[in-house]
């Protein structure tokens, strides 16, 4: 009998050690789960899934917006109304004629740091259990801060987020523990760039903690993975200052994070306290398809979204919203650029960008993508960005708009006669198709090779070194040999057939190129289709240079001004993906975008109007269409949110730099006035890793979870040993 019992008890433990290993987290989880639900906004649309959550890293896409809610920045700037945010700044200022920014920083700021994690994750009362109230934000935190984000002379050089600053910047000098001055060098006075820098939402951090981060190391910043909710994780640097601290991270799949009210923050008396206990986000392995995204919104189990969301989703009766009551109903964070590349000809002729400009049915692009976009701007700006639309001439804008017809429900057939006047009168049509009448200039050869040096070039199918056109001139190129001038076939390249480089499973813009594309075709008949990539393939192209159109979106976002979107299209060293993508040069045009850096008053606004003129007029990058930031939220929990009647941008719940909205938008929230309720808890799958930009396509069916196939093994070992044990006991 004592055998027995004792053969039961060994039975009993050694199960119960199995599931244990299984299902480490599952008590937490059933905690994190009975949050009521007014207690808890729910976020989801970033994404990445948030692994890390590294404040220096936070540009590169892997931290989540988890971070802006623990750390805190200076300054930002609200993008509707282009107003400054304060946050741990009290005041920043203009000193010693534009050579000097003078900073200071708000009294009583302090940081919190957790003491005992178990007993700060271990209840759902926004208590001081586990925490207390640690040393004050000082200037030397600032310091060390711009110094991990490469602001200094003596940052490590591979951190590039203030490298603007790191240019300009001759001292930054300490005048006490709030108050510190950011000297310019001479040829920087009033840089706009060092201004905006400093407003940016760049979050401070620690010094104390982050030296040790640190250690000498960039390596160490760019690996380390700052979850709080590890167990391998030292208490030591649980240090942050934010309305919000880490409370629970799915340790499985990394697919939801949980930050709890923190009730030591320093702002509350001052910004006002958040009313939101807790700020939940799920990333992108939490849901299996963007039906269950769907399903979640409109069952309120999402508050906030930041995905592509279908108008029968929310335009059904309800609670959910979006932030114009009427088409377009989402802000636009950028345009969508069909960028031709200069290094080809015609492509680097403005006669051929304006005709194909004019015969887009932006109607159709609008239909295509989502049916609910802004018309682009032929300046390429965004129309609710108020940084980048503040040299903006408006009247010489609309001018443009409706010479190139970059509107919907323009009269086709009257816009693609224009378009046929300008092919004629640049080209001649033999065979039923369109020949260049004579090459390009010399001017256009040496220009490029001035700036760029001696790249190669191609004139309709043929490309050779910029020296090789200057020696020999460019009737190899020329394809009817028996008429006059170099005549080059529309529609050909070296590489083929005209096409739009894009990025296959991108079905939004996928669709506006298509639209593009049937247009030309079908008013100019050129030859044109659309070219789908994978990513890989896409980036090597443009990487390349061997594309002859490329769709482009990821160009700065929303809380830029005209310098800075300018300085990306047309400045700089041709890098691909990343800046000059087009290789359009314009000295001129350089020189003068150059100058908005430091230029003020009446200069400065001379120097944006003729920017303006030459943008406009030579048409460097066609506008494809508007580029929304998707946000959608509910009412049924929380209310308060940015909307047209209470503006604030950008609204999308992204994190980055720029993201200075995040905290403000969170201290206007309020409940909706609903009886408490526990969370609901759908169950999470996995799913690939979206790709950048939001689409309606479901993503593929889920694999089985991790912890499924843990708990399988675990039930089939336990089978074993209780089959093993009981033929032992027969014998």
């Not at 310098?563 to 993508?581: D, I, P």
């Amino acid at each position: 009998m004592g055998n027995k019992k004792q053969y039961f008890v060994t039975l009993l433990v050694a199960t119960i050690l199995l599931l244990t290993t299984a299902f480490p987290t599952g008590v937490l989880q059933v905690s994190a789960q009975q949050i009521p639900r007014n207690r808890i906004v729910w976020g989801c649309g970033y994404w990445p899934d948030q692994s890390n959550f590294n404040p220096v890293t936070q540009l590169e896409g892997a931290c989540g917006w988890d971070v802006v809610l623990m750390y805190e920045p200076m300054f930002g700037v609200d993008a509707a109304s282009g107003k400054l945010i304060k946050e741990l700044g009290e005041s920043i200022e203009w000193i010693n004629n534009g050579l000097g920014i003078k900073i200071t920083l708000r009294s009583g700021i302090y940081w919190v740091r957790i003491t005992d994690w178990s007993a700060w994750s271990g209840t759902t009362e926004v208590s001081t259990a586990g925490i207390e109230q640690y040393r004050p934000i000082t200037t030397d935190d600032v310091e060390y801060s711009f110094f991990l984000y490469g602001a200094l002379p003596n940052s490590p050089p591979q951190a590039w987020y203030m490298s603007g600053l790191k240019s300009r910047i001759r001292e930054f000098e300490k005048v006490d523990d709030r108050t510190f001055i950011i000297h310019l060098k001479d040829e920087y006075r009033y840089s706009s760039v060092a201004w905006r820098t400093l407003t940016r939402a760049y979050p401070i951090l620690p010094k104390d903690v982050w030296e040790e981060v640190y250690a000498g190391s960039w390596d160490n910043i760019n690996a380390f993975t700052n979850d709080w909710a590890s167990k391998d994780f030292p208490t030591k640097w649980m240090v942050a200052s934010g309305m919000y601290l880490p409370w629970f991270h799915d340790p499985v799949r990394k697919a939801y994070t949980i930050m709890k009210k923190n009730p030591l923050w320093w702002g509350k008396n001052v910004l006002g306290e958040p009313a939101p206990d807790f700020f939940g986000y799920r990333g992108g392995n939490y849901y299996g398809s963007n039906e269950a995204i769907y399903a979640d919104l409109q069952a309120g189990m999402i508050d906030w979204d930041g995905n592509y969301v279908p108008p029968d989703v929310w335009q059904a009766p309800g609670f959910l919203k979006t932030y114009f009551k009427n088409p377009p109903y989402f802000p636009e964070s950028s345009t969508l650029l069909l960028v031709p590349n200069h290094r080809k000809y015609p492509l680097c002729e403005p006669w051929l960008r304006k005709a194909i400009t004019m015969v887009i049915d932006y109607e159709k692009v609008n239909l295509a993508s989502s049916g609910y976009l802004f018309d682009p701007s032929p300046l390429l700006l965004p129309w609710t960005d108020a940084p980048a639309r503040e040299l903006v001439n408006e009247t010489l804008e609309r001018e443009y708009i409706l010479k190139y017809g970059t509107y919907s429900g323009k009269n086709m057939y009257d816009f693609a006669a224009r378009a046929l006047a300008i092919l004629s009168e640049h080209c001649i049509k033999v065979g039923g198709s369109w020949y260049t009448k004579d090459g390009p200039s010399m001017d256009w050869v040496r220009r490029m090779m001035d700036y760029y040096g001696d790249i190669e070039l191609v004139v309709g199918k043929v490309k050779k070194p910029a020296s090789w056109w200057l020696a020999n001139g460019f009737s190899i190129a020329d394809q009817l040999p028996d008429y006059p001038g170099v005549n080059v076939k529309l529609g050909e390249s070296d590489i083929g057939t005209w096409a739009i480089l894009d990025i296959v499973g991108w079905t939004d813009v996928n669709a506006i190129d298509l639209a593009i594309a049937d247009s030309v075709s079908r008013y100019l008949g050129i030859p044109f289709t659309v070219d789908f990539r994978d990513w890989g393939g896409y980036t090597g192209a443009m990487d390349a240079n061997t594309f002859d159109f490329a769709d482009y979106c990821m160009h700065a976002g929303m809380n830029n001004d005209l310098y800075e979107r300018y300085m990306q299209l047309f400045v700089g060293t041709y890098s691909g993906c990343w800046n000059h993508y087009g290789s359009y040069v314009n000295t001129e045009l350089i020189e003068l975008i150059e100058s908005l850096d430091t230029l003020t008053g009446d200069a400065k606004k001379r120097a944006a109007q003729r920017i303006q003129e030459i943008v406009l007029e030579e048409l460097p990058i066609i506008p494809a269409g508007g580029h929304p930031n998707w946000y959608i939220y509910s009412t049924k929990y929380w209310e308060g949110w940015p909307n047209e009647d209470n503006p604030l941008l950008p609204a999308g719940p992204y994190c980055g730099s720029t993201q200075a909205h995040v905290r403000e938008y969170v201290r206007r929230l309020k409940p909706a006035g609903v009886a408490p309720t526990p969370t609901p808890t759908p169950t999470p799958t996995l799913t690939p890793t979206p790709t950048p930009t939001p689409t309606p396509t479901p993503t593929p069916t889920p694999g089985i979870p991790t912890e499924m196939v843990v708990a399988i093994v675990v039930i089939i070992i336990i089978v074993v040993i209780i089959v093993i044990l009981l033929r032992r006991r027969k014998k």
